[in-house]
């Protein structure tokens, strides 16, 4: 049973325009909740991440919303760069409370490719 | 620069070799690292958790025997394929947690390791 879930496999975004990505989760136990990015035979590399306390986290081009009653978050990413173009992976991860607690739960990924 | 250091980057082997991979952190004292494995199209799997100085925690369905795992140090996890056969064929990926260190839960990924068992 997927805890995190990414329902769209792909998505393609004209340069310039927003990007949605989304991610449901399952596990009300989760309390911190991260965005990945991954380029094909590379590893993931941290994007944005946000905390249960909040409903949105914004760095620069990338804002990540988060909608707990929803058990939904998503990633914004405006405008969209053609350099954008990779695999988000959205991830989650319990409170802290002892070894093991951190562990991150993946979800599938959606592939993004923006369009010059 | 890279926090995680991961090598080598892509091996290939024959079947009924074993293989080593390294796992090293560059910025943390990691007490605790992550391997994962990813399948094609699917999501990134956690393996075990490698533990410094004790033995590492497997995830359910993973033979320890098959994937052994050793935290030496608290900079370098090494995972070794024992007897590789194309089946093991995969992408592996380590991370280290930044938490509890940090109020953060970030975990800095390697850059992987592409397998190919013919």
């Known amino acids: 049973d997927q805890q995190v879930k990414q329902n769209s496999p792909s998505l393609s975004v004209q340069e310039g325009r927003i990007s949605i990505l989304n991610c449901d989760y399952t596990?009300?136990?989760?309390?911190?909740f991260l965005w990945y990015k991954k380029y094909p035979a590379e590893g993931p590399t941290f994007l944005i991440s946000?905390?249960?306390?909040?409903d949105k986290n914004e760095d620069g081009r990338f804002t990540v919303f988060l909608n707990k009653s929803a058990k939904h978050l998503s990633l914004h990413i405006v405008p969209s760069q053609p350099g954008d173009s990779a695999v988000y992976f959205c991830?989650?991860?319990?409170?802290?409370?002892?070894?093991?607690?951190?562990?991150?739960?993946f979800g599938k990924g959606t592939k993004l490719s923006v369009i010059p | 620069g890279a926090v995680v250091s991961q090598h080598p980057s892509r091996v290939i082997c024959k079947s009924g070799t074993s293989v080593k991979i390294e796992c090293r952190s560059l910025?943390?004292?990691?007490?605790?690292m992550f391997w994962y494995r990813q399948f094609p199209k699917k999501s990134l799997m956690l393996m075990a958790t490698s533990n410094e100085g004790s033995k590492a925690t497997y995830e359910q369905g993973v033979e320890k025997d098959k994937f052994l795992i050793n935290h030496a140090s608290l900079t370098l996890s090494t995972l070794t394929v024992t007897s590789a056969h194309p089946e093991d064929s995969s992408f592996y990926i380590c991370s280290v947690p930044t938490g509890p260190y940090l109020a953060k839960n970030i975990q800095y990924f390697g850059a992987g390791t592409r397998l190919s068992v013919l």
């Open positions: 991830a989650a991860s319990p409170a802290y409370s002892g070894a093991g607690s951190y562990q991150l739960t």
């Open positions: 946000i905390s249960s306390i909040k």
């Open positions: 596990n009300s136990m989760f309390d911190y």
């Open positions: 910025d943390f004292q990691a007490t605790t």
